[in-house]
């Protein structure tokens, strides 16, 4: 055999383009270490993102006094929409945070999941002062549906139509 044409000893027995094993498997890390980041980044989400989101919606004007739990469950709803998955896919490293906090990421579907929401929330906050006689436009219906739609739609977006592009602002 030529010198270049001899197998290297770490591909001996696998097959051109599999995937060599790690050296831990799903099963021996168990599935605490599997379900660990998730249950992190839930509880994160939950107990920084709705006090925060709460505060938000009541200095946007949502009411205060009569419709508090209705508040903290809207700023559940878009807690978990928005700030769920970006703890989960990007953790606590402070440059990706910056860029989040500055709308500077390159969309993907988890930056265009979270832009849809607070827009669609935004954006459900329309029909509120129309009339509140209707079961769908109380407090905080709209927002919430709003919150969801937006999600879906932005989620869509940044997964197919505007993946890797950024928003600009001049």
């Not at 044409?5 to 599999?18: E, F, I, V, W």
């Not at 607070?118 to 919430?144: C, H, M, N, S, Y």
Request: charged share 15%.
């Amino acid at each position: 055999m030529a010198k270049g044409t001899m197998p290297s000893a770490s591909r001996q027995g696998s097959k051109p383009g599999q995937r060599k094993k790690s050296q831990t498997s799903n099963s021996e890390q168990g599935a605490f270490g599997r379900m660990f980041p998730a249950v992190l980044s839930l509880s994160l989400a939950f107990t920084i993102g709705t006090p925060l989101l709460t505060i938000i919606l009541i200095l946007f004007g949502a009411p205060l006094t009569t419709h508090m739990q209705h508040n903290l469950l809207c700023a559940a709803h878009v807690s978990l929409l928005a700030a769920f998955p970006l703890i989960y896919v990007y953790g606590v490293d402070t440059r990706r945070w910056r860029e989040v906090a500055a709308v500077m990421l390159p969309f993907d579907e988890v930056f265009g999941g979270t832009i849809g929401t607070f827009v669609g929330a935004w954006l459900g906050a329309v029909p509120i002062p129309l009339d509140w006689d209707r079961e769908w436009q109380k407090w905080p219906v709209t927002i919430v549906t709003g919150a969801y739609l937006g999600y879906f739609v932005g989620k869509f977006a940044g997964g197919y139509l505007l993946k890797g592009k950024r928003i600009q602002f001049d």
